[in-house]
């Protein structure tokens, strides 16, 4: 026969040991204190024998209910922990972002803005692949993605593209064929992988994989290393020190990328998407992102066209 443990009951455990009585522990828990009572009843019922020692003016818990209190704070703990993960605090709304690997140095700012445009939102975050993420949004896990890629979305998922990035060149390996271009990549399916290859392809330039890996730290630690070269954001060296490839028969990059920020239609509250576009765009400042006419040939820093100011974020007129 199974037993399971009921969470009000370990809390009511913890609470009596920690404010030292069963009044108090009943104030702190806001119920009645024949309630406490009857609880570390049930507890005593399951452990078969007293959980406190004495119930007098000191509180003294017996061997066993002192290996039970340990048990009670973990899981009482582990218990909180889940529920503040997956339920939001009363008043707030939990929605679930993500943001591609290699635009999450977005993220402080970005939730900083988001937090003073709309502080009654309670975020949770993940990184990752843009395809990945893509899937993870089409799925209902994420209410709203920044994605770096070129490919379809899930039917009816709305998305506006903020620009696009451009890419360069990086690494300069230490060892390999002489006429063959050693290469660390994302696994597929990847966006950009597929255009690093068509433009190498294009250019004639034999190339082999020489690492592969779904994490964008174990990508640039590879072309740290000198084990290939590889294609990220135009801006990595200011990023994460990477060295610029000098190899004089490489192509140019793939072309920009589209950043599209994807959202999840109804999924969202009022008002959310124009602050969140607002918020990433100026979070998106400093990146080589490519705005305006399709062909390329406008250059600004994301948000360039947003006032300054707290009316800028929350949409109110200037």
Same mark, same amino acid.
Request: charged content about 20%.
């Given at each position: ?38 609880? #570390? ?14 119930? $007098? ?29 997956? !339920? ?28 003073? $445009? ?26 709203? @993605? ?13 998305? !506006? ?18 006429? !063959? ?17 068509? !433009?190498?392809?294009? @250019? ?19 072309? *740290? ?19 610029? %490839? ?19 239609? &109804?999924?969202?509250?009022? $008002?959310?998407?124009? #602050? @969140?576009? *607002? ?6 400042? $400093? ?8 062909? &390329? ?13 707290? %009316? ?7």
């Amino acid at each position: 026969m199974r037993h399971d443990l009921q969470i009000n009951r370990l809390r009511a455990l913890v609470a009596v040991v920690e404010h030292g009585g069963f009044r108090r522990a009943a104030e702190a828990l806001h119920i009645t204190q024949p309630a406490v009572s009857q609880q #570390i009843r049930q507890l005593s019922g399951f452990i078969k024998g007293p959980v406190f020692a004495s119930t $007098g003016r000191e509180m003294r818990l017996s061997p066993q209910g002192e290996e039970l209190l340990a048990y009670a704070r973990r899981m009482v703990t582990l218990n909180d922990e889940a529920v503040g993960r997956f !339920v939001p605090e009363a008043g707030h709304t939990l929605l679930s972002v993500g943001v591609t690997s290699q635009l999450a140095e977005v993220l402080p700012e970005f939730l900083r803005l988001m937090n003073r $445009g709309l502080p009654q939102v309670q975020l949770r975050v993940r990184t990752g692949g843009s395809e990945a993420l893509a899937q993870q949004l089409s799925t209902g896990q994420l209410d709203v @993605a920044l994605l770096l890629q070129a490919g379809p979305l899930a039917p009816g998922t709305q998305d !506006v593209e903020l620009g696009r990035m451009r890419m360069a060149w990086f690494g300069r390996p230490a060892i390999g064929e002489r006429d !063959v271009l050693p290469l660390a990549l994302f696994p597929d399916p990847c966006t950009l992988r597929g255009r690093v290859g068509e !433009v190498l392809d294009d @250019a004639g330039v034999r190339w082999r994989i020489a690492y592969e890996g779904p994490e964008l730290i174990g990508l640039r630690s590879a072309a *740290k290393a000198g084990l290939g070269m590889t294609c990220l954001v135009e801006n990595s060296d200011e990023l994460w020190g990477l060295t610029p %490839a000098a190899r004089p028969d490489l192509p140019a990059p793939p072309d920009p990328l589209p950043v599209t920020l994807a959202l999840t239609p &109804g999924a969202t509250p009022e $008002g959310f998407a124009r #602050i @969140a576009e *607002k918020a990433f765009r100026r979070a998106l400042q $400093g990146y080589p992102l490519v705005t305006g006419a399709p062909d &390329g040939h406008t250059d600004a820093t994301a948000g360039a066209a947003l006032t300054a100011g707290p %009316a800028a974020l929350t949409g109110s007129p200037a």
